[in-house]
């Protein structure tokens, strides 16, 4: 039980890096290129489905054996 909450632990820690990421890698090429990319429909995009997914994630209260038949079902297609 101590690693999954571990492992859960680490997942939204590389989450938040990554959605982190994304936004300071949008802003760099925004200040790169000028005000070009700031409201570029790829850069909506990303944000908003990172955001979109952390939300659903913290609504859907998915139990341990539901997140083990997910990654089954997608390591399967």
């Given at each position: ?60 209260n ?11 079902i997608?390591?399967?297609?």
């Amino acid at each position: 039980m101590k690693n999954k909450a571990t492992i859960a632990i680490v997942a939204g820690l590389v989450m938040l890096l990554v959605t982190g990421g994304v936004i300071w890698a949008a802003q760099a090429h925004a200040g790169l290129l000028g005000d070009a990319l700031a409201d570029h429909p790829m850069k909506r995009l990303i944000v908003g489905k990172i955001g979109r997914l952390m939300v659903l994630k913290s609504e859907l209260n998915v139990t341990d054996e539901q997140r083990k038949k997910i990654k089954e079902i997608i390591r399967s297609h």
